[in-house]
């Protein structure tokens, strides 16, 4: 269930939310949260790995009580975001998990991003980036941070990618491409960066599908979106750097959470063997900080 009752607009819902702390934060807060996460260690944990991001884990307790908005709802839930590359079998993934009790799974709304009254952003993006770029992201960067703030009723909330990743994957990718006017970026990042200041995204959890862009690009052919027909190669393998920067290397932004990285180039048997040897560790997620 999302924040607020059915029929309000997505955008009300958010700026009814955010509307008693329009005051802009300290710069002593914005520099914390500038630098609430590190590079790494990496844990053997048989068929995966487990990025640990150094630092104490009270940082981030104690930025986001500082003066920030925190979602619905007093009680702490574990929340897990399923990462990776177009097609890397983030659906499979959450379809396993979705059939667990204590999981409330929600899915990336890309219902929302084909049609807004009547408008396809999604597929104008695919078409033409550098025109359409900002309108899609702008409204990614709403829709997502609407799925972060969403009331569940179970003990785990696992998401499909994260505002995190539609900023410093997406949105990063346009920008670096040259599909996106500079002037475009630093308002999307003035939003992100407002957003991540104001508002508590607490996430516990990041499993990382890791799949080539290869794999990515067969698998894409063969499940056949009107709006991904037009996707090269070469994008997978510009969103699988920056993935891979990220997550793995851990030299281009800061990580909300520790990684889980589970190999994600097998076929869909293997990679329910994988979400099963590796269940009790993904849903233990909330006790790795």
């Known amino acids: 269930m999302l924040v607020g009752g059915r029929g309000v607009p997505l955008w009300s819902r958010c700026v009814r939310l955010l509307s008693p702390h329009c005051a802009e934060a300290p710069s002593s ?13 990496t844990f053997n944990t048989g068929s995966c790995r487990l990025l640990q991001s150094r630092g104490p884990s009270g940082t981030e307790t104690a930025i986001g009580t500082a003066g920030k908005l925190v979602r619905n709802g007093g009680d702490k839930k574990a929340v897990i975001c399923i990462e990776g590359n177009i097609a890397s079998g983030k659906t499979t993934c959450l379809e396993y998990f979705s059939k667990t009790s204590n999981i409330e799974v929600l899915t990336e709304p890309v219902s929302k991003w084909r049609n807004v ?5 999604l597929a104008l993006m695919y078409q033409d980036p550098k025109r359409w770029g900002i309108t899609l992201q702008t409204y990614v960067q709403l829709t997502m941070l609407d ?43 003035e939003w992100f960066d407002w957003i991540t200041t104001n508002i508590s995204i607490p ?10 862009p290869q794999t990515c690009y ?28 990220w997550l793995i290397k851990q ?5 909300p959470a520790p990684v889980l990285v589970i190999p994600a180039d097998h076929d869909l048997q293997n990679m329910l063997h994988q979400y099963e040897e590796n269940r009790d560790k993904i849903l233990a997620g909330s006790c790795l900080l």
Request: hydrophobic share 40%; charged share 25%.
């Open 251 to 255: 030299t281009s932004f800061p990580l």
């Open 218 to 245: 067969e698998r894409l052919k063969q499940r056949c979106r009107e709006e991904e027909k037009v996707i090269p190669l070469e994008y997978l393998e510009s969103i699988h750097h920056l993935y891979e920067d």
């Open 29 to 41: 807060l914005r520099a914390a949260a500038a630098v609430r996460c590190h590079p790494g260690r």
């Open 203 to 212: 996430v516990d959890l990041i499993v990382y599908l890791q799949t080539s």
């Open 147 to 189: 799925r972060h703030l969403s009331s569940v009723s179970a003990p785990v909330r696992m998401m499909e990618r994260s505002i995190f990743s539609a900023k410093y994957i997406f949105v990063e990718n346009l920008f670096r491409s040259g599909k996106m006017p500079e002037v475009d970026f630093a308002v999307l990042s």
């Open 117 to 121: 009254r009547g408008h396809n952003p």
